[in-house]
């Protein structure tokens, strides 16, 4: 029986979001406005197990042919982040974060905690995101979230006092609840001296609620938490993964299959770098 391999283009949305970066004092951050996702990847990469893409979402553009991985993530094929990227665009803050008076046990800049396509799906009306933090002197960061124009939907101050590691930034209660099928684009920005500024160092990503399957639906109802996050990961659905992966990390971190699983899961998106970073 013959095989006709389909070739489709994937249109790309344009996001166009005025930014002005604003004073300490002001509190507000607004992202610059040339900020990119990356572009769609071209095809046949596997990324892992653990996470599967869903169907017609890009992969990262940094994978190639045939890659395995991992066993937990498999990111969903179809449908990539709104933005083609421009300009080296990556999930790390590329600036120098550590001054001489900073010891550093790690790397020496923000990571977002995102596949390489900055793309992530998520079930939750209020999701957690998870960002890496390098050794650093600021005390507050600020977490913004915007909708697809670009309007402001949530911002908040987050201390980051003497912290170095892996945090949990969960969308309180009196955030608006992320609207299924529309995308939003996330930003963390530390405040180096107290402040932010043109060079301020930041990560962002972007994130799409989605109504659950049936078959996911009942994954989600397991009392086991790592079959949670495995069913999670099988169906696409990053945020919600690797949040529930890292609270079970977190909560017994001795645990060899939890610590297998959570290098898997990292290392699958190409994120080993900082998986003995602790969880905090």
Not at 198 to 212: F, K, L, N
Not at 242 to 263: C, G, I, Y
């Amino acid at each position: 029986m013959k095989r006709r391999y389909l070739a489709s283009i994937l249109s790309v949305i344009a996001l166009i979001a005025s930014s002005a970066w604003t004073s300490a004092s002001a509190v507000t951050f607004t992202p610059p406005a040339k900020n990119s996702a990356p572009s769609q990847a071209t095809g046949g990469a596997s990324r892992g197990s653990i996470f599967t893409p869903a169907s017609g979402k890009g992969a990262p553009s940094q994978a190639t042919g045939g890659a395995s991985r991992g066993s937990i993530f498999t990111p969903a094929s179809g449908k990539g982040a709104p933005r083609q990227a421009t300009g080296g665009a990556s999930r790390t803050g590329t600036y120098d974060l550590n001054p001489s008076t900073v010891e550093a046990k790690g790397p020496t800049a923000l990571i977002a905690l995102l596949p390489q396509s900055f793309y992530g799906t998520t079930v939750s009306e209020r999701p957690t995101i998870l960002v890496y933090l390098p050794a650093s002197n600021a005390q507050e960061a600020v977490f913004s979230l915007k909708d697809e124009a670009g309007n402001m939907q949530h911002q908040m101050n987050i201390s980051v006092v003497g912290k170095t590691g892996v945090i949990a930034i969960k969308l309180p209660a009196d955030a608006p609840a992320l609207t299924v099928g529309k995308n939003y684009q996330w930003f963390l920005a530390l405040k180096l001296d107290g402040q932010l500024s043109p060079s301020t160092p930041y990560v962002d990503g972007w994130i799409e609620r989605i109504q659950p399957s049936a078959d996911l639906a009942t994954t989600m109802q397991q009392q086991d938490g790592l079959k949670r996050a495995t069913g999670l990961g099988k169906n696409g659905v990053w945020y919600d993964c690797v949040a529930t992966l890292a609270a079970l990390h977190t909560a017994q971190p001795t645990n060899a299959t939890l610590s297998k699983q959570w290098e898997e899961l990292l290392s699958s998106v190409s994120l080993k770098e900082i998986v003995t970073a602790p969880l905090i």
